[in-house]
C-alpha cells in the first residue's frame, strides 16, 4: 500500500482547507484509514480515522465538530475536510493505512503500517 497526502497550505484562521490522500494496493474490509498530525516539537497525535469500508469514524477532541474524513472507495482517496481553523491546528498532517485495529488501537500511531509523506497546514492568526 502506499500513500500520497497533499492539499497542505497557507490559510486564515477560521477559514477551511481540504487535503487529499490518494491510495494504491490493496484494500481489505479490516484496514483502517486515518489522518494524523504532528507540531513542531510535539508527538504526532491522531486526528480522525475510520475503517476503508465503513464504520463509525472516531476523532480527537480538539477537532470534533470542525474536521471530518471521507472517503471514495472506487477513486482510492481518502480526504480530511478541515472547517473553522485555529492557529493549534498547524502541523504536518500524515495519512496513514492499518489492518486489523479494533476501534480503541486507532488513535495509535504504531499500529498503522503504512504513511504518505506528510502535507503542512499552516493556520495563521
Known amino acids: 500500500v502506499q500513500l500520497q497526502a497533499s492539499g497542505g497550505g497557507l490559510v486564515q484562521a477560521g477559514g477551511s482547507l481540504r487535503l487529499s490522500c490518494a491510495t494504491s494496493?490493496?484494500?481489505?474490509?479490516?484496514?483502517?484509514m486515518s489522518w494524523f498530525r504532528q507540531a513542531p516539537g510535539k508527538e504526532r497525535e491522531f486526528v480522525v480515522g475510520s475503517r476503508w469500508f465503513g464504520g463509525s469514524a472516531r476523532s480527537a477532541d480538539s477537532v470534533k465538530g470542525r474536521f471530518t474524513i471521507s472517503k471514495d472507495n472506487a477513486k482510492k482517496m481518502m480526504y480530511l475536510q478541515m472547517n473553522s481553523l485555529k492557529s493549534e491546528d498547524t502541523a504536518v498532517y500524515y495519512c496513514a493505512a492499518g489492518s486489523g485495529l479494533i476501534a480503541s488501537s486507532f488513535v495509535d500511531p504504531g499500529k498503522y503500517a503504512y504513511w504518505g509523506q506528510g502535507t503542512l497546514v499552516t493556520v495563521s492568526s
Open positions: 494496493g490493496r484494500t481489505s474490509s479490516s484496514d483502517v
